[in-house]
């Protein structure tokens, strides 16, 4: 049934109130904005590195001056990029932090070289180092040079943030993503490394990466003489490969001479296309019904196209005009 125009506007109006609303762009943490603030250091370095005083005697304003590679000239030009003016969030922590970051490139830059380190992980606490998370910045599971085997990732790596635990990666199972989910085989396994490998694309479990290394074969496949073997495109179940090893046909086609053939629905007795001058067909497991090149197509027939015209040049009549 077709709503009428207004029925179905509201209805649609009505599923948009219903949806759920897109979610917002997820602010940045604390730690992130920490580490984005020390990249953006970081590059005010390397865009800073051949440069000099500007004037024209660098060498007496580096021996009067100080060299321009640790003076706090290099340091302000640094600082002016850090920020967009209408980012507000960096302004804000850089105004708060300044003098963190002038004290540590004037005073403590030697000791501390890892500037995210020394500012982010030991003196702002916002984040943690590399395999380890928390508000106590412990190590992951697997232990923090290789949170997880190697084969996940830890939750809260590197914030105040998450449990520690693991999310493995595909292939990979268990607390610390040493084992193998099914579809996959262990090809290497020893006290510190687990790596495992994709079955055959016919094996659900494996020991191995051929079809004969099956434990178990996918859906669609069976296991014949020692090896998981394809079934016929035609087949629901079987017994081995081609389709005269089908168990059932899908539909569209039928068991004939002791194999799954396509039904030819367009030579059936009972027409598989209704309406009138409609040709039928025959596809593999289905059919199409097409009207004739030059026939008009509508609900209930294909019109030729003599009919067709004189349908157009013969406009319904008007009725009569009635006195009043």
Request: with cysteine; aromatic share 6%; net charge negative.
């Given at each position: 049934m077709r709503l009428p125009r207004p029925a179905a506007l509201g209805l649609l109006s009505l599923l948009l109130l219903l949806l759920p609303a897109p979610e917002a762009a997820k602010k940045p943490t604390p730690c992130q904005r920490?580490?984005?603030?020390?990249?953006?250091?970081?590059?005010?370095?390397?865009?800073?590195?051949?440069?000099?005083?500007?004037?024209g005697n660098t060498a007496?304003?580096?021996?009067?001056?100080?060299?321009?590679?640790?003076?706090?000239?290099?340091?302000?030009?640094?600082?002016?990029?850090?920020?967009?003016?209408?980012?507000?969030?960096?302004?804000?922590?850089?105004?708060?932090?300044e003098e963190h970051l002038e004290a540590w490139w004037l005073q403590l830059k030697n000791e501390y070289p890892d500037l995210f380190e020394w500012f982010c992980v030991k003196t702002l606490k916002l984040c943690c180092s590399p395999g380890t998370y928390g508000p106590d910045c412990?190590?992951?599971?697997?232990?923090s040079q290789r949170p997880c085997s190697g084969n996940g990732h830890c939750s809260g790596d590197g914030s105040r943030q998450g449990d520690g635990s693991c999310r493995c990666h595909v292939g990979y199972q268990g607390p610390l993503c040493t084992d193998c989910m099914d579809g996959y085989f262990s090809s290497l396994r020893n006290e510190t490394h687990s790596v495992c490998t994709a079955c055959d694309e016919s094996c659900k479990t494996c020991s191995g990466p051929t079809n004969r290394d099956c434990g178990?074969?996918?859906?669609?496949?069976?296991?014949?003489?020692?090896?998981?073997?394809?079934?016929?495109?035609?087949?629901?179940?079987?017994?081995?490969e081609g389709p005269g090893n089908c168990k059932e046909c899908i539909p569209g086609y039928a068991k004939e001479h002791g194999q799954c053939a396509d039904v030819d629905e367009c030579s059936l007795a009972e027409k598989a296309c209704?309406?009138?001058?409609?040709?039928?067909?025959?596809?593999?497991?289905?059919?199409?019904?097409?009207?004739?090149?030059?026939?008009?197509?509508?609900?209930?027939?294909?019109?030729?196209p003599a009919e067709a015209e004189a349908t157009e040049e013969s406009p319904t009549q008007l009725p009569a005009h009635e006195d009043l």
């Amino acid at each position: 049934m077709r709503l009428p125009r207004p029925a179905a506007l509201g209805l649609l109006s009505l599923l948009l109130l219903l949806l759920p609303a897109p979610e917002a762009a997820k602010k940045p943490t604390p730690c992130q904005r920490c580490r984005g603030l020390v990249d953006k250091f970081n590059q005010g370095l390397v865009d800073t590195a051949k440069k000099n005083f500007g004037g024209g005697n660098t060498a007496w304003e580096e021996k009067t001056l100080s060299k321009y590679e640790s003076s706090e000239i290099r340091l302000l030009e640094i600082l002016e990029g850090l920020c967009e003016s209408s980012d507000f969030e960096c302004n804000q922590m850089l105004e708060a932090q300044e003098e963190h970051l002038e004290a540590w490139w004037l005073q403590l830059k030697n000791e501390y070289p890892d500037l995210f380190e020394w500012f982010c992980v030991k003196t702002l606490k916002l984040c943690c180092s590399p395999g380890t998370y928390g508000p106590d910045c412990l190590a992951c599971q697997g232990g923090s040079q290789r949170p997880c085997s190697g084969n996940g990732h830890c939750s809260g790596d590197g914030s105040r943030q998450g449990d520690g635990s693991c999310r493995c990666h595909v292939g990979y199972q268990g607390p610390l993503c040493t084992d193998c989910m099914d579809g996959y085989f262990s090809s290497l396994r020893n006290e510190t490394h687990s790596v495992c490998t994709a079955c055959d694309e016919s094996c659900k479990t494996c020991s191995g990466p051929t079809n004969r290394d099956c434990g178990e074969c996918e859906v669609g496949w069976v296991l014949d003489e020692g090896a998981c073997v394809e079934c016929d495109s035609s087949c629901v179940g079987c017994t081995g490969e081609g389709p005269g090893n089908c168990k059932e046909c899908i539909p569209g086609y039928a068991k004939e001479h002791g194999q799954c053939a396509d039904v030819d629905e367009c030579s059936l007795a009972e027409k598989a296309c209704v309406r009138k001058n409609e040709n039928c067909y025959n596809t593999p497991g289905s059919y199409v019904c097409v009207c004739p090149d030059g026939f008009e197509e509508t609900e209930d027939a294909c019109v030729p196209p003599a009919e067709a015209e004189a349908t157009e040049e013969s406009p319904t009549q008007l009725p009569a005009h009635e006195d009043l």
